[in-house]
């Protein structure tokens, strides 16, 4: 039901990415919705939520976030008590689980190697092109060599066709992502995974692993809102376990 990160995260940090599979929600929904904004019962989405929660063993409720598509990431110093407008968070906190969700965008996990830090981030191309990705790593007081990233399930580069324009953002603060987009008629096919892995390597991030998932291509496991249009989303956490 859950992937796990194989990375080497100290022992101390737990992460996981959720799937379809599990849950209650019916439908175009069918399986573990975390997504209460998408026209699923609310009901079922609770009852998906708490399920989360109780097998994650998560004292605190994960801290969801109104995903906005901004470069936005909220440092979190307490467990949340409403669901603010942001598409990252970072906290030192333990038993607080920074926690984002897609239905093809890219979930981007970071830890540092010390065990002291953890941020989710919800990098789909218009946040990934702003800078998402750059503003949660602005938040780690270690050096950049010291930061793992992790990439989670998201659509791959067989699937993830873009206009010109998409493609032109990029190249105008990024050159070498010239290397992330093939030639597909008169559109464009982006690889997400390759742009998110040249923005962690320009900051200075070498420990970078995941990304062999596509949420497209993959009906059974994933939600995919390019596919599918109705449907409901992953969520991907990360957090300091409670010692």
């Not at 992937?3 to 080497?8: F, M």
């Not at 906190?93 to 239905?103: E, N, R």
């Amino acid at each position: 039901m859950f992937i796990v990160p194989d990375w080497p995260a100290p022992a101390n940090i737990k992460a996981v990415s959720t799937t379809r599979l599990g849950g209650v929600s019916q439908q175009a929904y069918l399986g573990l919705n975390l997504g209460l904004h998408v026209g699923d019962n609310k009901e079922h989405v609770q009852r998906n939520r708490a399920q989360l929660q109780q097998e994650l063993r998560l004292v605190e409720p994960p801290a969801w976030l109104n995903q906005i598509h901004s470069t936005r990431v909220l440092e979190l110093n307490a467990p949340l008590t409403a669901v603010p407008d942001a598409d990252g968070s970072y906290t030192q906190i333990s038993g607080i689980a920074c926690t984002v969700m897609t239905a093809d965008c890219l979930p981007v996990l970071l830890c540092d190697t010390g065990g002291n830090q953890v941020a989710a981030v919800h990098a789909g191309w218009r946040g990934t092109v702003d800078g998402i990705i750059e503003a949660a790593l602005d938040k780690f007081t270690v050096p950049a060599d010291q930061i793992l990233a992790w990439l989670g399930p998201a659509i791959g580069s067989g699937a993830f066709e873009v206009g010109s324009e998409v493609r032109e953002q990029f190249l105008a603060s990024q050159p070498q992502a010239e290397q992330a987009f093939k030639s597909h008629g008169d559109k464009w096919l982006a690889d997400l995974y390759l742009l998110a892995r040249q923005r962690l390597q320009r900051f200075g991030v070498t420990k970078i692993y995941g990304g062999e998932y596509c949420t497209f291509s993959n009906p059974d496991r994933f939600y995919s809102y390019r596919r599918d249009g109705v449907t409901g989303r992953q969520a991907s956490l990360i957090w300091i376990e409670t010692e």
